[in-house]
């Protein structure tokens, strides 16, 4: 059994904590989950009981560095600043990657230190994502799709086959993307867009098929 700590307090860290259960159900014994801890600053938008104690913040994993950590916090840029961060301050922390045991993933798949991967993602052949991605429930990855660090996948996307996103892409809830489409580093995706072609980095894209609507904001620190 290894120890697991869950950084964030909000509705992601809840699901995470659901996902943390549902393996410990497929597989006894797996995770011991130690609690939460987050930044006192942080703002939860949806605060609810969470189902193991609150630890404190960042220094008590800086300070217990033999337990694993996942960060389940949803926005990518922010995910890539925690990391960075408890990185620079504690270089032997470990971080989980989770799969939930309904979930399925083919030969040839490889998916990164700190990833999580929710029940109901079908993941096909040859597909590479990267560390700290998180895959929301019922998403479909097919063939010879790579993305990025710090990806996220909201409920329900569908990746077409070698499809590309860089580091730090958000995609909403039921997004589909064309073979072959590229989405650049840190563009945000809204929910229903449906992507065909490549688009730079740093865009907001919006609609069907999806159009740049503005640049998405900079990570304010890490
Ligand atoms: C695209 C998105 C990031 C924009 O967020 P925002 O900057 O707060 O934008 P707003 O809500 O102020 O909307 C700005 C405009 O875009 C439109 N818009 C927003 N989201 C849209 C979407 N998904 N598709 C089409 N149009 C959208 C709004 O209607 C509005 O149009 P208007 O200017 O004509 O009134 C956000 O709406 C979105 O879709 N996020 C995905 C969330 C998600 O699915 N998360 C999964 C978590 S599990």
Do not use: Y
């Amino acid at each position: 059994m290894d120890e697991l700590v869950i950084f964030g307090t909000g509705g992601h860290a809840r699901e995470v904590a659901q996902l943390v259960a549902d393996i410990n159900l497929a597989q006894p014994g797996r995770w011991q989950l130690l609690g939460f801890v987050a930044d006192p600053h942080a703002v939860t938008r949806i605060a609810k009981p969470l189902p193991a104690p609150m630890l404190g913040d960042a220094q008590w994993l800086v300070q217990h560095p033999a337990v694993q950590a996942v960060i389940a916090v949803g926005t990518p840029v922010d995910r890539r600043d925690i990391a960075l961060r408890l990185r620079r301050e504690q270089p032997e922390l470990r971080f989980a990657t989770l799969v939930h045991p309904r979930a399925w993933m083919a030969e040839r798949v490889s998916l990164g230190e700190g990833s999580v991967v929710f029940a109901g993602a079908l993941i096909n052949v040859d597909v590479s994502i990267g560390s700290h991605a998180s895959l929301n429930l019922g998403c479909t990855i097919s063939h010879d799709c790579a993305l990025g660090n710090f990806v996220s996948l909201g409920p329900g996307v569908h990746l077409s086959g070698a499809c590309s996103l860089g580091e730090q892409v958000d995609l909403g809830a039921g997004v589909s993307a064309r073979p072959n489409s590229h989405v650049g580093d840190r563009c945000v995706v809204g929910a229903g867009a449906a992507i065909a072609g490549s688009f730079s980095p740093g865009c907001i894209l919006v609609g069907v098929p999806a159009r740049a609507v503005r640049q998405a904001a900079t990570s304010a620190s890490v």
